[in-house]
């Protein structure tokens, strides 16, 4: 079985470099989950998202990023 992708890894400041580096960017905007009870602030994931690059229009990374509950 190949290895799940990743959407989105949580980096380090030290890691944040190597992960730009692959073309990450981090992600600037408020992070949230949907759980079975709604929607979940997840603040202490904020400023350190670095989603994977989408061969689509990149979205803003100052918007808001909304994780399905899993």
Do not use: I, N
Request: glycine letters at 12%; charged letters at 25%; hydrophobic letters at 35%.
């Amino acid at each position: 079985m190949p290895p799940r992708a990743r959407p989105a890894l949580s980096a380090s400041e030290d890691g944040a470099g190597l992960h730009g580096a692959r073309g990450r960017r981090r992600w600037t905007g408020r992070v949230h989950a949907l759980s079975p009870d709604g929607f979940v602030s997840l603040a202490d994931e904020e400023g350190g998202l670095c989603p994977r690059p989408s061969a689509a229009a990149p979205p803003d990374p100052g918007h808001e990023l909304l994780f399905d509950w899993q």
